[in-house]
């Protein structure tokens, strides 16, 4: 029947297909406007040490504000950037407002923060990528050194070697690399061991269970005392209670991310929000 009208017609087996395909066309085209009407902002996540309750970091976190949609979180339109390849520029407006703000930041008196900046895949082996980074670099020479690139696992698994090989042009600039969202993909232990990282973020589904369930508390304490022993630092996200954090301190989780220390907060209100978070000592609060 597709073919009695004739040619390239797509065929739809249901409204609910067709619908899903228009849906997703709206936001593709939303998206490639966003960008250019400055839609997309960021929010910043602090991260704190246990052992000193010291604030050493924010990861930053895309936000897209439609004018019809409102606020949309980014596992609604990440892929969808990838999908339509817009992934790359609108990283690269990540990349550079991280710089600015970090540049602002030390300006404030900061002067130790890093930034932490989530990276697709599609994004790490872009080959313009260090000629980027070495023009941002020259740009904002106070704030090279404190950037940090995180890498989802589970999107580590595929051609390994050329992974590596984009992982070292970032290690040579300076950068350090996270895996984010460990435990979630299927990233073997000797892959890890032949990736140039810094540091391994702890998936937050093993904290919110960490408490109630055993696996994911032997889950998490092994990972804690693996990584220790591999020399990389272990950060715990998505940690929301006091018991939490107690637990992962006694068992020398070095740095926590979560609710319980501070949700996302929007770039224009970072300095101020920082000011007040820390107490005389320098401790977060
Ligand atoms: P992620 O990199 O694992 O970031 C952590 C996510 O956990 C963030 O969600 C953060 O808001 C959330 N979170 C932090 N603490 C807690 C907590 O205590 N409880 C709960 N329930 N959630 C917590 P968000 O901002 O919605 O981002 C989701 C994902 O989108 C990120 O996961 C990251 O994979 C991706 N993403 C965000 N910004 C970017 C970006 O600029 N580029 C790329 N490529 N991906 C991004
Ligand atoms: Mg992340
Ligand atoms: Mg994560
Ligand atoms: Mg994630």
Known sequence: QAKARGGNVVHFYSQQMFDAFQNRLALE?????????????????????????????????????????????????????????????????????????LTELQQQGFSELTIAINLSTAQLNDPAL???????????????????????????????????????????????LAIDDFGTGYSSLSYLRQMPVDIIKIDKSFVFGMLDNQADFDIITSTIAMVRKLGLEVVAEGV??????????????????????????????????????????????
């Open 240 to 285: 929301e209670t006091q018991a939490q954090a107690k637990t992962l301190t006694q068992h020398a989780c070095d740095i926590g991310q979560g609710y319980l220390f501070s949700k996302p907060i929007p770039a224009k209100d970072i300095v101020q929000r920082l000011q007040d978070g820390l107490d005389q000592d320098g401790q977060w609060r």
């Open 130 to 176: 260090p000629a980027l980074l070495d023009r941002l670099n020259q740009r904002y020479p106070q704030a090279a050194g404190y950037l940090e690139f995180e890498l989802t696992e589970s999107l580590l698994a595929n051609n390994i070697p050329a992974t590596i090989a984009s992982m070292q042009l970032l290690k040579a600039r300076g950068f350090r």
């Open 29 to 101: 085209a939303d998206l490639k406007l966003a960008l250019l009407h400055q839609q997309f902002d960021l929010h910043l996540q602090p991260q704190i040490r246990f052992a000193d309750r010291k604030l050493i970091g924010l990861e930053a976190l895309l936000r897209w504000q439609s004018p019809s949609r409102g606020m949309v979180p980014p596992d609604e339109f990440i892929s969808v950037l990838e999908y339509a390849q817009l992934m790359i520029p609108v990283g690269y407006w990540v990349i550079e407002k991280s710089y600015q703000l």
